[in-house]
Nanobody
Framework: QVQLVESGGGLVQPGGSLRLSCAAA????????IGWFRQAPGREREGISC????????NYPGSVKGRLTIASDNGWIMVTLLMNNLKPEDTALYYC????????????????????WGQGIQVTVST
């Protein structure tokens, strides 16, 4: 089981930027994928961006576009999501998720196919 820990959420003003980090550890294989998702109250979960060891980072189709940076630190994989020009409708719980032993593009992965999920972190866009 992959362990995932999100950090960096909070309150941001409209038009502002936010950086969310996901620390992942415990992959049993060299090929895997990590995705960022969000869910607002009363709405379905939405994919934002993903990273796969096979072909790098991609954005899922949707209203928010993120930029991912990838790093490793003492056995942990750090996937940081940067979002700019945030709007009140970007207010949601943000999650990272992992799929171990995945050797294909992360674009092909549906949210329900990820095996492991972080606890979620709140992002609120408001004045």
């Amino acid at each position: 089981q992959v362990q995932l820990v999100e950090s960096g959420g909070g309150l941001v003003q409209p038009g502002g930027s936010l950086r969310l980090s996901c620390a992942a550890a415990g992959f049993s294989e060299d090929e895997y994928a990590i995705g960022w998702f969000r869910q607002a109250p009363g709405r379905e979960r939405e994919g934002i961006s993903c990273y796969g060891t096979r072909d790098g980072s991609h954005n899922y189709p949707g209203s928010v576009k993120g930029r991912l940076t990838i790093a490793s630190d003492n056995g942990w994989i750090m996937v940081t999501l940067l979002m700019n020009n945030l709007k009140p409708e970007d207010t949601a719980l943000y999650y990272c998720a992992a799929l171990d032993d995945w050797g294909f593009s992360c674009k092909a992965i549906k949210d329900y196919e990820y095996d492991d999920w972080g606890q979620g972190i709140q992002v609120t866009v408001s004045t």
